[in-house]
């Protein structure tokens, strides 16, 4: 997420599709770290967060 420059903060959760199993995984952050390791995001990969409070995600995109 780091990469992402996504705004994570305390009890926020990040819900990824597990294709092998057919199931959700999920990484929670709490008191500064991620509980199960930083989630990565492939290109194209779909996730969802439950955030604990309300960010904005300002990104600014060049194509070279």
């Known amino acids: ?14 819900y990824k599709w597990d ?3 057919q199931t959700y995984t999920l990484n929670a952050y709490s008191l500064g770290e991620w ?3 930083e989630p ?3 290109v ?5 967060v439950q955030k604990s409070a309300a960010a904005n995600w ?3 995109f060049s194509v070279n």
């Open 58 to 60: 300002t990104r600014t």
């Open 1 to 14: 997420m780091t990469d992402l420059k996504f705004p994570v903060a305390d009890e926020d959760t990040v």
């Open 19 to 21: 294709v092998a199993n």
């Open 44 to 48: 194209g990969e779909g996730f969802w």
């Open 40 to 42: 990565t995001v492939g």
């Open 35 to 37: 509980g199960s390791g």
